[in-house]
């Protein structure tokens, strides 16, 4: 296990997901780091009983390093498969070269690779772990987009992988995807997820522990609430994407390993009444529903938004129906993974009186 170390403060520019716009720096500090080595990431599922990398308390920041499956996951060595691209060897991150090599990779598990577990001290089952997406640093200036056959909306667009190597422009932010078409950067974590009730065998398809829900509202300056289910809540993060399209519908964003840093903090008792996480940025509260029919999702995050506002804008139901109809936009954040995502916002704008975004303990 990682010790916690004191940190230097750091400085993070807070991006508003909704409007893309720049917020004041904030200053936070560090207090620990975890490193992506075969010894701290699982490659495509979550086991039961595996030991914490890392141990913090509630209210502590991390920094965790991950790799992007693309480029390991593509049945040849990471040199080999980006040098298509013009990536030399020096620029390809040699934990994912040791990762494609010595990790272990279950047969029929997830593409995904995570790091951790992380444990934070006092959460129990019962419990909610927000997880404050502070800073998202790119650690190499190139991702990729890969669609295949079978996968994706339009599984037979393709005969065979059809893996883009896309290089960015970093002082700019921006993806450069072709001549002329360039893609303003947006990056988020994929996939954050607290160990569900029992082992994930395949971290493909998301569930009320987080994981692979591609939402790509978790950008910096933004909150996800997680239930928790295990002592510690054993948190684990990856799949991180330098920018993606609600729906992602190819199967893929563009893939490209990053840098969180995230703030942990535990709320006691606030898990047990959670069915599906939420999250919030300084726009809007977003509640989500999932599930393997979109129709159902759609129903499950409408039925989210009723419960949200009657706890917490004292509404009945009957007008929270009408202002979640009126008010409320409901959008595909994820449709390829098997268990489908749609996510409501719910914009903070339209109250009168709202407390102020992190300034709860």
């Known amino acids: 296990m990682i010790p916690v170390r004191s940190g230097v403060t750091l400085f993070v520019l807070l991006v508003a997901c909704s409007a893309c716009t720049q917020m004041p720096q904030i200053p936070y500090n560090v207090d620990a780091h975890v490193d992506s080595t075969p010894q701290t990431v699982v490659w495509g599922h979550l086991p039961s009983g595996r030991q914490p990398v890392l141990r913090v308390r509630s209210g502590q920041t991390v920094s965790i390093d991950t790799v992007s499956h693309q480029g390991v996951i593509n049945g040849m060595d990471p040199v080999k498969f980006f040098s298509a691209a013009g990536i030399a060897p020096g620029e390809v991150l040699p934990d994912a070269i040791e990762i494609y090599h010595k990790a272990e990779h279950p047969k029929d598990s997830g593409a995904h690779v995570l790091t951790g577990p992380v444990y934070v001290d006092g959460a129990e089952p019962g419990d909610m772990l927000e997880v404050r997406i502070l800073d998202l640093k790119f650690r190499v200036p190139y991702g990729v987009n890969n669609s295949n056959k079978g996968s994706g ?209």
């Open 153 to 361: 909306v339009l599984p037979a667009l393709h005969a065979k992988p059809n893996p883009k190597i896309i290089k960015f422009d970093l002082q700019r932010r921006v993806a450069l995807f072709a001549p002329g078409i360039e893609v303003p950067l947006v990056p988020f974590m994929g996939i954050m997820t607290v160990m569900p009730p029992a082992a994930l065998p395949n971290t493909r398809p998301p569930g009320i522990y987080g994981g692979n829900m591609d939402f790509n509202r978790l950008t910096a300056g933004s909150s996800l609430y997680l239930p928790v289910h295990q002592a510690g809540g054993l948190f684990y993060t990856g799949d991180s994407h330098a920018v993606q399209g609600d729906g992602e519908i190819n199967g893929t964003a563009i893939e490209a390993s990053l840098t969180p840093v995230l703030q942990f903090i535990v709320h006691k008792g606030g898990g047990r009444s959670m069915k599906w996480p939420r999250a919030e940025d300084a726009a809007n509260d977003y509640v989500m529903g999932m599930d393997a029919d979109l129709d159902v999702a759609l129903k499950e995050a409408a039925e989210e938004t009723i419960a949200f506002l009657q706890r917490e804008r004292g509404l009945s139901p009957a007008d929270a129906y009408s202002l979640a109809s009126i008010g409320v936009n409901y959008i595909v954040g994820e449709a390829v993974d098997g268990v489908l995502m749609v996510y409501g916002a719910i914009p903070k704008k339209i109250f009168s009186s709202n407390r102020e975004f992190w300034a709860r303990p």
